[in-house]
């Protein structure tokens, strides 16, 4: 299995909900990845879990809280978050330990907040 | 800190002409670089590495030092080449983080 997973597909939450978006691997995967895109534009590091660990926060608001309950999961909880927050959220997952690694992305969580 | 450069956010070319795509980089150590590509409605996925050196879909990229240049280059531009190109750097030492350039759009045209 070389795929990376994301559900659900499209989220739309009011400003007031909680909701999180997964994201699976089972590609013996120890470093996983959040990124946030908007259109047109290139995806934006959030975090990097290596070894279940967070280990990168590129400070990312509190609203957004990320979890890495066993090695192939990656969540993250969303809370009271902003119309500005509407974006695609991108999971990747790669290698943890090698010179040279490729980010395998999932497709995506398209997020619009009203 | 690193930063990737796409001077061109757009590049239109007929089909069967050569391809460049603009990438150059600032980082003071030694960067891996690499170009990972976004086709309409599917994920993004790396395309080429430096350090393996070789040739994905006719699609070539040598980095030069000298430069601080990542250029992605194909001799005959087809028509399922059309996709979005991001060129990324990870820094040695840094961890596992991907700086993305801003992108480039190709389009190629019949």
């Known amino acids: ?114 | 800190a690193q930063r990737v450069t796409q001077p061109e956010k757009l590049l239109s070319v007929f089909k069967g002409a050569p391809v460049e795509l603009k990438c150059n980089y600032s980082y003071s150590g030694s960067p891996e670089l690499f170009w990972y590509v976004q086709y309409s409605r599917q994920r993004l996925q790396l395309l080429l590495r430096h350090i393996s050196r070789e040739s994905i879909k006719g699609f070539t990229a040598d980095l030069n030092k000298g430069e601080t240049s990542f250029h992605l280059k194909k001799p005959f531009a087809q028509e399922e080449d059309s996709a979005m190109y991001y060129c990324a750097l990870r820094a040695t030492g840094g961890g596992n983080k991907l700086t993305f350039g801003t992108g480039t759009q190709l389009k190629v045209e019949l």
């Not at chain 1, 795929?3 to 400003?15: A, D, R, Y």
């Not at chain 1, 007031?16 to 959040?34: D, F, I, P, V």
């Not at chain 1, 609203?63 to 090695?71: D, K, L, M, T, Y």
């Open chain 1, 1 to 114: 299995d070389t795929e990376v997973t994301q559900t659900p597909k499209h989220l739309v939450m009011g400003m007031t909900n909680k909701k999180s978006l997964k994201c699976e691997q089972h590609m013996g995967h120890r470093a996983m990845y959040w990124y946030k895109q908007k259109a047109k534009k290139p995806p934006e590091l959030m975090f990097v879990y290596s070894y279940e660990k967070l280990s990168i926060n590129e400070s990312v608001p509190s609203r957004f809280s990320p979890e890495c309950p066993n090695s192939s999961l990656l969540n993250l909880h969303l809370h009271a978050l902003q119309p500005e927050d509407s974006a695609l959220y991108l999971c990747a997952s790669s290698q943890a330990d090698t010179t040279s690694y490729e980010q395998y992305f999932g497709p995506g969580t398209r997020l619009t907040v009203t």
